[in-house]
Nanobody, 121 residues
């Protein structure tokens, strides 16, 4: 059973930085799009940033210029560098990846368990 494993969350002061990482735990064949979503208390889950297999990126307006998504295809890992963090960035951050497990299997969406990011002084 493949799972996405996230790391890097925590508590940071406003203006600080954090870097999130996410990679699948088991054997896979290929990953297409990868990305990050977040959910704050009382709010719906929202897109933060995505990166396509070819490297094209997409960001929510609220994080443009502050967050950067990247991937290391050799490690099947996606990163989210978060700079100039604000209290409103506080949320559980979820990793998402579109994964093909075997040659004759279909691509499927997988989600991580979530990692808490808290921005507070």
């Amino acid at each position: 059973q493949v799972q996405l494993v996230e790391s890097g969350g925590g508590l940071v002061q406003p203006g600080g930085s954090l870097r999130l990482s996410c990679a699948p735990s088991g054997s896979i064949l290929r990953i297409e799009a990868m990305g990050w979503y977040r959910q704050a208390p009382g709010k719906e889950r929202e897109l933060v940033a995505t990166i396509a297999g070819g490297g094209v990126t997409n960001y929510a307006d609220s994080v443009k210029g502050r967050f950067s998504v990247s991937r290391d295809n050799a490690k099947n890992t996606v990163y989210l560098q978060m700079n100039s963090l604000k209290p409103e960035d506080t949320a559980v951050y979820y990793c998402n990846a579109n994964i093909k497990l075997r040659t004759f299997s279909m691509y499927r969406d997988y989600w991580g368990q979530g990692t808490q990011v808290t921005v507070s002084s």
